[in-house]
T-cell receptor, first 114, second 111 residues
């Protein structure tokens, strides 16, 4: 059973470009969570999604950030018009429907904005 | 401020010694988890302790939970060089599905 997969692992964008981060949850998991980790800090919750629904986006910046988890395909975290402060590691986690606190993390995408 | 805070922020010990890390949190929880993160990598789940449990063991790991003090500790016995990593505690925040992480303890095991 493959774990949570994220791609790309590393992404370099210039200021003003768009970044798209992908996450494929573990087989059988229908809940996806995105977290951001700044250097030397812990992970901060961004958004929680189920298939075709955003359940909790209380940690998402109000502008430029969006997330989706379509019926088919991976979950996407999209950052428009990136700025240097968006440079961070973005982690995706997934959980089975009945046990939401058992979150399994992917390897992360390291975004660098130049 | 954050729900979980680890202490110390950094810990350096000799191989074979025991390492103890602490975590404090602010609100009531259903469970508390500990994760390990090797440099530049993702998080590995170590152990989960529920709010009605006081102590849990897994191999060389021992976790305690004191809900009256809103604190937890992670003990790694007989440390190895491979234990060098950052360790984070994470709590569910007021029963919500999101996990709230502390800033972590950076553990270095010296050979």
């Amino acid at each position: 059973n493959a774990g949570v997969m994220q791609n790309p692992r590393h992404l370099v964008r210039r200021r003003g470009q768009e970044a798209r981060l992908r996450c494929s949850p573990m087989k059988g998991h229908s809940h996806v969570y995105w977290y951001r980790q700044l250097p030397e800090e812990g992970l901060k919750f961004m958004v929680y999604l189920q298939k075709e629904n955003i359940i909790d986006e209380s940690g998402m910046p109000k502008e430029r950030f969006s997330a989706e988890f379509p019926k088919e395909g991976p979950s996407i975290l999209r950052i428009q018009q990136v700025v240097r402060g968006d440079s961070a590691a973005y982690f995706c986690a997934s959980s089975p429907p009945s046990v939401s606190y058992e979150q399994y993390f992917g390897p992360g995408t390291r975004l660098t904005v130049t | 401020s954050q729900q979980g805070e680890e202490d110390p922020q950094a810990l350096s010990i000799q191989e074979g010694e025991n390492a103890t890390m602490n975590c404090s949190y602010k609100t009531s929880i259903n469970n508390l988890q500990w994760y390990r993160q090797n440099s530049g990598r993702g998080l590995v789940h170590l152990i989960l302790i529920r709010s009605n449990e006081r102590e849990k063991h897994s191999g060389r790991l021992r976790v305690t939970l004191d809900t009256s003090k809103k604190s937890s500790s992670l003990l790694i016995t007989a440390s190895r060089a491979a234990d060098t990593a950052s360790y984070f505690c994470a709590t569910d925040f007021q029963g919500a599905q999101k996990l709230v992480f502390g800033q972590g303890t950076r553990l270095t095991i010296n050979p």
